[in-house]
C-alpha cells in the first residue's frame, strides 16, 4: 500500500464519525422520551449477551458537549448520529415533544460551532413500542407514521441540520428484527419479514418528498449496508448461494431505491411473489423516488456456500441452507472477516445501478477487544483496519466513483446490540463505570491523517 494521505482525498471529502441514539444517548426515561423496541427488547432475558440495556450507554444525552469536543479534536468536520423517534413523538404518532426536539438542537447547534456539519439519521432500528404493538414494520401504517414523523422532525431542525438520512440499514431492521429475531423487536415471521422491508422502503420513499418541502437546501438519502458476495467454489450450487445472499441483502434493497424495482429471482426465493404483486408493486414509484446521495455501510465479506440449514430462525429466510465460509482472512471481535478490497467492491456495485449518484461511506470500523492501560489503549489492530479500508477508499475514487466522504464507527464505543458493551467499536474508550473517555491510538492516528492535510474545509 503507497502512503495514504489526506491529499489524496477532495479537499471538500466529508470525513465523520458515527453513532446512534439507543446505543449512546443513555437518559431513556428522561426528557418525556417514550419506550422503544429496543428499551423492551433490552430487558428480555437472554436478549442481550451481557444482560445489559441502553441505559446508561455512554450519556451522551448529558455529555454530548465533551463529545463533540472529542469530535473537534480529532479533526472530523462532520457526525453522523441518529434521533431517537420515542422522544419526538413518545407513542410514534401525535405532537411533537419539545424537549426531544432541543436535545437534537442543542447538539447540531454545539457542532455547527465547532465546525462540525450534523448528519441526522431518522431511523436507526428504534421503533416507539407503541407503532410495534400495532404490528410493527409489518404493519403499513407504521411506513406512513415515519413519514409524519420525518416531515415533524425537519420541520423542526431543518434549519440547522442540511443532511437527512431516512433509513439505517433496513435490511437489519426487517431480518435482524423479524425473521432471526436476533434484534428489536425479536419476531420470527420467516419469509415474511420482507414484508416488513417493503413497509420500511415505502416509509424511505414518503418521507423523502416532505423532507425536502422542508427547506430547499437539505440533502436526502439512505443508508443501506451492502456486502461483497463471492461464491466459494464454480459448482451451480455454490453460485446459487452467492446469488441468493447478494440478491436478498444488496439487491432486494439497491433494486427499489435506485432501479425501480424488486428483484424477481429474490422474491421467488422468499416464495412472496403474490403479496408483492397485491401489495408492494405499486408502490415502486414512491420508493424509487431521486435521493441526493447513497450511504453505504461496509464491515465485511460474504464467501457463500450451499450446505444444510441448521433449523434455527435464519436472518436469509428462504435460503436457510446457505453457509458462510471462512476464508481464512483475519477476523474482527464480531467474527468479521476483514476484506478492505470488498469496499471497493460494494461502492462500484452502488455507483453502477445509478451513476453519478454521491456515494457517501456512512459506516466502516472494527471491533477488537481493547486494553486501557496507564498509556492509553493501543489498538493497533483497528488503526490498521481503518487504514487499509480509507485506502480501498482512495482506490475506489481512483476508479471514479463518486465518493463524497467516509464516517467511521464509531466515534466511541457503545451498546452494541445484542452484544451489549461486550463489543468496542469506539476510536474512542469509555469507562463505562466513571464514564471517562480516552482517545485510543487509533483515534490519534486519525487525527494526525487529517490534521496532515490541513483542516478541511465544513463538508458541502
Ligand atoms: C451496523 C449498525 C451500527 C453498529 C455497527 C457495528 O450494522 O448500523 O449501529 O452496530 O453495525
Known sequence: MTELSRSDFPADF?????????????????????????????????????????????????????????????????????????????????????????????????????????WATLYHWDLPQALEDRGGWLDRGTAEAFAEYARLVVGELGDVVKHWTTLNEPWCSAFLGYASGEHAPGRHVGTQAARAAHHLLLAHGRAVPLIRAAADDLQVGITLNLYSVRTASDSPADVDAARRIDGLQNRFFLDPVLAGSYPVDVLRDLGEQAWFAEHAQGDLATIGVDVDFLGVNYYSRHTTAAGTASGAPSANPGSEFVQMVDTGAPRTR??????????????????????????????????????????????????????????????????????????????????????????????????????????????????????????????A
Not at 423496541?37 to 433490552?42: H, I, L, P, S
Not at 479534536?73 to 419526538?88: P, T
Not at 480509507?390 to 464505543?413: I, K, T
Not at 451489549?420 to 464514564?435: C, I, P
Request: glycine share 12%; with cysteine.
Open 14 to 118: 466529508t470525513w465523520g464519525t458515527a453513532t446512534a441514539a439507543y446505543q449512546v444517548e443513555g437518559a431513556t426515561t428522561e426528557g418525556g422520551r417514550g419506550p422503544s423496541v429496543w428499551d423492551t427488547f433490552a430487558r428480555t432475558p437472554g436478549a442481550i449477551a451481557d444482560g445489559t440495556t441502553g441505559e446508561p450507554a455512554d450519556d451522551h444525552y448529558h455529555r454530548y458537549l465533551e463529545d463533540v469536543g472529542l469530535m473537534a479534536d480529532l479533526g472530523v468536520n462532520a457526525y453522523r448520529f441518529s434521533i431517537s423517534w420515542s422522544r419526538i413523538q413518545p407513542d410514534g404518532t401525535g405532537a411533537v415533544n419539545p424537549e426531544g426536539i432541543a436535545f437534537y438542537r442543542r447538539l447540531a447547534e454545539a457542532l455547527v460551532a465547532q465546525g462540525i456539519t450534523p
Open 334 to 459: 464480531m467474527g468479521w472477516e476483514v476484506h478492505p478490497d470488498g469496499l471497493v467492491d460494494v461502492l462500484e456495485m452502488a455507483a453502477a445501478r445509478r451513476p453519478g449518484l454521491p456515494l457517501l461511506v456512512t459506516e466502516n470500523g472494527a471491533a477488537y477487544d481493547d486494553e486501557l492501560t496507564a498509556d492509553g489503549v493501543h489498538d493497533e489492530e483497528r488503526r490498521a483496519y481503518l487504514e487499509q479500508h480509507l485506502a480501498a477508499c482512495r482506490d475506489a475514487l481512483g476508479r471514479g466513483v463518486p465518493l463524497r466522504g467516509y464516517f467511521l464507527w464509531s466515534l466511541m464505543d457503545n451498546f452494541e446490540w445484542a452484544w451489549g458493551y461486550t463489543r468496542r467499536f469506539g476510536v474512542v474508550h469509555v469507562d463505562y463505570a466513571t464514564q471517562r473517555r480516552t482517545i485510543k491510538d487509533s483515534g490519534r492516528w486519525l487525527q494526525a491523517f487529517l490534521s496532515a492535510g490541513g483542516r478541511g474545509a465544513r463538508s
